[in-house]
């Protein structure tokens, strides 16, 4: 298990932005992929994007493609999401999770932080 904290959700209007931020453990870095995942009420947990802790390959949900950005800094073992142009559907709580191999399934993800909510009004 590797400590995960989300923080930077919020309340935004649709058509703004906002940036997410997962905290990690320096144990993060033994983990080869780190993720962002969404649950809105209601409804199924589904994945949002993915990068590789070292390097630069990413992936996206085709919901999100486009729109959110994950990037992370390594030396401060922090993963983010930058979330442009939101979209009423995407209001959900907003989960960061590692994972040892390249996957958007998050049973494959053996860590998770606590979420953070995201809601997007008109």
């Known amino acids: 298990q590797v400590p995960l904290v989300e923080s930077g959700g919020g309340l935004v209007r649709d058509g703004g932005s906002l940036t997410l931020s997962c905290a990690a453990s320096?144990?993060?870095?033994?983990?080869?992929?780190m993720g962002w995942f969404r649950q809105a009420p209601g409804k199924e947990r589904e994945f949002v994007a993915l990068i590789r802790w070292r390097g630069y390959s990413a992936f996206y949900a085709d919901s999100v493609k486009g729109r959110f950005t994950i990037s992370r800094d390594n030396p401060k073992n922090t993963l983010y999401l930058q979330m442009t142009n939101l979209k009423l559907e995407d209001t959900a709580v907003y989960y960061c999770?590692?994972?040892?191999?390249?996957?958007?399934?998050?049973?494959?993800?053996?860590?998770w932080g606590p979420g953070t909510q995201v809601t997007v009004v008109s």
């Open positions: 999770a590692v994972a040892s191999e390249y996957t958007s399934d998050g049973a494959k993800y053996h860590s």
């Open positions: 320096a144990r993060a870095s033994s983990s080869s992929v």
